[in-house]
Each structure stands twice: as structure tokens, then as C-alpha cells.
């Protein structure tokens, strides 16, 4: 069987299992049928990456840009770089005021839409128009924390999480400001094992924009075993009474810094919420990296995001961007 003839096959069957964040299965168990699947189609990709990751990742980094300074290594799950310094970040932040300029307070979605409260306002239109974004995200000093991490060469997400993501989180758009709901609750994503984030604070951000807030990694494994957590019995979102049942609140820590702050996480690792109650409005970039076999069924039955990419463009840049290259 083909890969074309496995999609069809598979598509009803994967949206089915997917829905309701997994419910029918069970997360866990649904997370492993996902990547048995997922390893029948990019198993290749998957092993070509992770021996290019072990013989040439210096290379590749050399090719794509020398590496400007000491690389950032994300421990227990995450990494924060209040450096201001990373390459291509002066110029997506001179980019996001624009689109903020352009876009922000204004609720794009229909009233009782999901996630009301926060909305994506990059467009396809974007990756063209401000490089700055793509130039970034695939910055020899970026790849090199999440490749790293992952121990090969990462994909940019898709389709869930989107790549790239330009949220604003405001609470004047919220159904329900006093009643934290879907992401505002406590989760670990089921994307892709490990899933990284890397998260850029496009305005100074404090308690009154609903901070990303997270758990370091050793923590949420704690709490995650504690509640069996991705089991059949428990749902993909938690309240803070349970979570905080089994670890002390004092281990939250609040995304809260000035504009231009860098987050690193794996959001596959750490429990973590955001937007919760944005009384003043959140800007954040959110962008996202997976393995080549991911654990869920997203790429089935979801359109693929496509990344522009020219000839001239790194190896390491086009491996990035293009999921189905194979050397
Ligand atoms: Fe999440």
C-alpha cells in the first residue's frame, strides 16, 4: 500500500481518534497508535535525520550561519535568553509592531468560537512578506538549542501546533473571563514527542496579560505520574485544585518579562497554561518544532503548511522547512 491509498485508508479513522483531544483512546494510548503510523510514513526522514544530527549537525550549523555565541541549553525542559540578542530578533520585533499595529484589538473569530480568548493573526501572506520570522527560526543559534534537544533535525510544526503562530490573548474577547478554560487550564501537548516551543515576548509581559505559565519538567513528570495523567481516565485538561494537589504552587513559573524575551520549552515535558484572564492584551510569538514521526494524527487529517524556500537557502534551512526532504 502506498502512501496516498494509508492516508485515505487512515483519515476517517485518525480524525476519530483524534477528536476531543483524544478522548476515545485514551491520550497515551492514542499517542502511540499515532506514532506507529506516523513511523510507517517518515520513518526514513525520521532515521536520515537523526544521523545527520549525529554526523554533521556542526556542518550544517556552519553552513547555515557560524554560531554567534555559546549555545543555549535548555535544562529541565526549558531555557529562558533575556540576551536581547539573538540574531534576527531586532527585526522581528521592529516587524511585529507592525502587525500588531495593523491587526491587534479587534476580534477576528466568531462570538462561542474555540480559544475565544486568544487568536492567531499570522496569515500565510506573512512568511513572504516579513522573512524576518522564517529568517529566525531557523537562526543557527535557534536550531541548535531544539536540534539538541530533539537529537536530530527538527521539523517547523505543519500542522498542529502551527510553525508559527502571532497570538494575541485578551481578555475582552474571553466568553468566560473568570472561568479559566481550554488552554487557560493546565495541559501537556500530545503533538510530538518531545515537542519544542520557543516563545518570544513581542510586549513586556506581567501577570495582567495571562503569562504563559508552566512547570518545570521534573515537577510536571512528578505530577503527570501522580494523576495518570494521558490515561484513559483523566481528560487532556486539568485544574489547578489537582495539579496543585500534587506539587506545590510554588513551582509555576510566570512567562513574565520584557519584549524581546526568549522562552525555550518542551511543551511535550512541562504541564503549562497561558492567557488566563488577559486584562491587558498578550503579544507572543509561538513557534513550533517537532521530530520528524510525531504522535498524534494531525498531518492525516489536517492541510500542510508549506514554507517558501529558494535555491539559494541553507541545507540546514531547507531540512527545516521541508519535512519530506530525504538526502
Ligand atoms: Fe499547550
Redesign the pocket.
Known amino acids: 500500500m502506498n502512501n496516498s491509498k494509508l492516508d485515505v485508508f487512515i483519515r476517517p479513522i485518525a480524525a476519530r481518534l483524534q477528536a476531543n483531544h483524544m478522548s476515545r483512546l485514551g491520550i497515551a494510548n492514542t499517542m502511540r497508535l499515532a506514532y506507529f503510523y506516523n513511523r510507517l510514513k517518515f520513518g526514513r526522514q525520521n532515521r536520515w535525520r537523526g544521523a545527520l544530527y549525529q554526523r554533521q549537525l556542526a556542518t550544517l550549523l556552519e553552513e547555515n550561519g557560524r554560531l554567534s555565541r555559546p549555545p543555549i541549553e535548555m535544562k529541565d525542559g526549558w531555557a529562558l535568553d533575556t540576551s536581547m540578542s539573538l540574531p534576527y530578533l531586532d527585526r522581528v520585533l521592529e516587524d511585529s509592531d507592525k502587525i500588531i499595529a495593523e491587526r491587534s484589538g479587534e476580534r477576528r473569530s466568531s462570538k462561542g468560537a474555540y480559544r475565544s480568548y486568544f487568536q492567531d493573526v499570522w496569515t500565510p501572506e506573512d512568511l513572504e512578506r516579513y522573512p524576518s520570522f522564517l529568517d529566525f527560526a531557523t537562526s543557527s543559534e535557534v536550531l541548535s538549542v531544539v536540534s539538541y534537544y530533539l537529537q536530530s533535525i527538527p521539523v517547523l510544526s505543519t500542522a498542529l501546533?502551527a510553525g508559527i503562530r502571532f497570538v494575541e490573548s485578551n481578555a475582552a474577547f474571553d466568553d468566560q473571563p473568570d472561568k479559566p478554560h481550554d488552554?487557560q487550564l493546565y495541559?501537556?501537548?500530545y503533538y510530538s514527542l518531545p515537542n519544542v516551543y520557543i516563545l518570544v515576548l513581542l510586549r513586556d509581559t506581567t501577570p495582567q496579560h495571562g503569562p504563559w505559565t508552566f512547570l518545570p519538567r521534573s515537577v510536571s513528570q512528578k505530577a503527570r505520574r501522580a494523576l495518570n495523567y494521558w490515561s484513559r481516565q483523566r481528560g487532556y485538561r486539568v485544574s489547578d485544585e489537582d495539579v496543585y494537589s500534587v506539587v506545590d504552587r510554588k513551582e509555576a513559573i510566570e512567562f513574565c518579562y520584557p519584549r524581546g524575551t526568549v522562552l525555550f520549552i518542551e511543551?511535550s515535558g512541562c504541564f503549562?497554561?497561558?492567557s488566563r484572564n488577559s486584562i491587558k492584551p498578550r503579544f507572543q510569538l509561538m513557534l513550533g518544532y517537532t521530530g520528524a514521526c510525531r504522535t498524534d494524527f494531525s498531518e492525516a487529517i489536517m492541510p500542510h503548511q508549506v514554507y517558501p524556500l529558494c535555491d539559494s537557502d541553507s541545507r540546514l534551512r531547507k531540512i527545516v522547512l521541508n519535512k519530506n526532504m530525504l538526502g
Open positions: 501546533p488552554s495541559h501537556i501537548d511543551s503549562h497554561y497561558g
